[in-house]
């Protein structure tokens, strides 16, 4: 399986919190929500037909959480994201959890964990939001293909997908376009490392 990354960035970057005021205030962050404003029924279907190419879902703990809290409560089988969601694996990263409820859920301990779920045949093993996992795995070079909302809205505090530190990685853009919101997709693959020159 590849394993793809879609979440949603501030133009500076934040990943933080998008969804809504309570979703995650860690570290005082007080922009929670601030992707609401740009929904819209284009970026809507770009994420069900992305839901629709999963055959599981990889997971932080944290985001792991807010969709075990939330989506199991949305029953209806034929629904495009929670029908897949609450029927196919889910893989949750964590070292400390000693059980996951959510139907169908196994716990990862490693990255080396997540190597061999990789090296299995399929289509994608989806990751969404997952900060902190995100980061993990695009240094050690597990990620195939990044899925990035760009939204037009700066927030000047927050965790950054792209924190200092980060492996140096070459992309390549294989896709981009623009919703009525103003908001942009660009989907990337990884080109090996950064080239360099002068002019």
Same mark, same amino acid.
């Given at each position: 399986?590849?394993?793809?990354? @879609? ?11 998008? /969804? ?10 007080? &922009?929670?929500?601030?992707? #609401?404003?740009? @929904? $819209? ?12 190419? %999963?055959?599981? #879902? ?11 809290? &939330? ?10 994201? @929670?029908?897949?969601? =609450? %029927? *196919? ?13 959510? &139907? =169908? ?10 190597? @061999?779920?990789?090296?299995?045949? /399929?289509?994608?093993?989806?990751? &969404? ?6 980061? %993990?795995?695009?240094? !050690? ?5 990044? !899925? ?6 700066? *927030? $000047? ?14 992309? !390549?853009?294989?896709?981009? %376009? ?7 997709? =660009? ?13």
């Amino acid at each position: 399986m590849k394993i793809t990354l @879609a979440t949603f960035l501030s133009l500076d970057g934040v990943m933080q919190g998008p /969804g809504g005021p309570e979703e995650d205030t860690s570290g005082g962050f007080e &922009h929670g929500g601030w992707q #609401f404003p740009y @929904a $819209g029924e284009d970026t809507g279907a770009q994420i069900i037909r992305w839901f629709g190419e %999963a055959d599981a #879902f990889l997971l932080g703990r944290r985001t792991y959480d807010i969709f075990a809290g &939330h989506w199991p409560a949305v029953t209806d089988p034929d629904d495009p994201i @929670a029908g897949p969601l =609450n %029927a *196919l694996p889910k893989y949750v990263v964590s070292t400390t959890m000693k059980s996951a409820d959510w &139907h =169908n859920t196994t716990i990862v301990r490693s990255l080396d964990d997540i190597a @061999a779920l990789r090296a299995r045949p /399929g289509r994608e093993l989806q990751v &969404h939001g997952s900060g902190m996992l995100a980061q %993990a795995l695009l240094d !050690r070079g597990l990620i195939d293909e990044l !899925r990035l909302w760009t939204f037009p809205v700066v *927030l $000047g505090s927050g965790k950054r997908l792209f924190e200092p530190g980060r492996v140096p990685t070459a992309l !390549r853009l294989i896709e981009s %376009a623009t919703a009525e919101s103003g908001c942009v997709l =660009n989907v990337y693959r990884p080109a090996g490392k950064p080239s360099y020159g002068s002019f």
